[in-house]
């Protein structure tokens, strides 16, 4: 299995700024990444889905990939409170695994 | 797409019992997945399924836990004689496609109880 680490925060910003969140991948043969989003007492659900080295954008979300130094990243620009949920990563695998994901607050 | 059903959503039991979980994953899915999330942890990894087949199981999985497939479509997993421990959210998720490229749906999970 294919490890990751995240940084566990909370990871707090204030409403309208720009949340950076950060994920290290040990497995340099990880060639994808999925970000899933989620909210306490609920499940997990995707946001992104990045495959390549550079940058994804999807509305405020961008998503980051930088193979040479094994690590993925998910910019929120425009943060909003209901921003405010745990964010994990995972590389493409048969089997994901997952960090302990970083938890976004946001407040107004 | 009806999504990934679990069931229960929550089960409280007494240390010692028995419990038997249900997923039914998206129709067109042939794999399945169950995940255990405790506080503040990512989901754990505990078994995988590609249609009938279970093709890769924890190492961490007490053999307490069994799951199965029975033609490919819905799961169940098991808990034999539940311990304290076991308290957690159980997750189901489903996936189709190659290998790894297809993200994971996942369920509502069932929160497990154990007094």
């Known amino acids: 299995q294919k490890e990751v680490e995240q940084n566990s925060g909370p990871l707090s910003v204030p409403e309208g700024a720009i949340a950076s969140l950060n994920c290290t991948y040990s497995?340099?043969?990880?060639?994808?990444f999925f970000w899933y989003r989620q909210y306490s007492g609920k499940s997990p659900e995707l946001i992104m889905f990045i495959y390549s080295n550079g940058d994804k954008e999807d509305g405020r979300f961008t998503a980051q990939l930088n193979k040479a130094s094994q690590y993925v990243s998910l910019l929120i620009r425009d943060s909003q409170p209901s921003d405010s949920a745990t964010y994990l990563c995972a590389p493409q695998s048969y089997i994901p695994t997952f960090g302990r994901g970083t938890s976004l607050i946001v407040h107004p | 797409d009806t999504g990934v059903s679990q069931d229960p959503r929550h089960k409280i039991t007494k240390r010692g019992q028995n419990v038997t979980f249900r997923c039914d994953p998206i129709s067109e899915h042939n794999r399945l997945y169950w995940y255990r999330q405790t506080l503040g942890q990512g989901p754990e990894f505990l078994t995988y399924?590609?249609?009938?087949?279970?093709?890769?199981k924890s190492r961490l999985l007490s053999d307490r836990f069994s799951a199965e497939r029975p033609k490919g479509s819905f799961s169940t997993l098991e808990i034999q004689r539940t311990e304290q421990g076991d308290s957690a959210m159980y997750l189901c998720a489903s996936s189709q496609g190659r290998e790894g490229h297809s993200p994971l749906h996942f369920g509502n999970g069932t929160r497990l109880t154990v007094t």
């Open positions: 497995d340099r043969g990880s060639q994808s």
């Open positions: 399924f590609q249609n009938e087949a279970q093709l890769e």
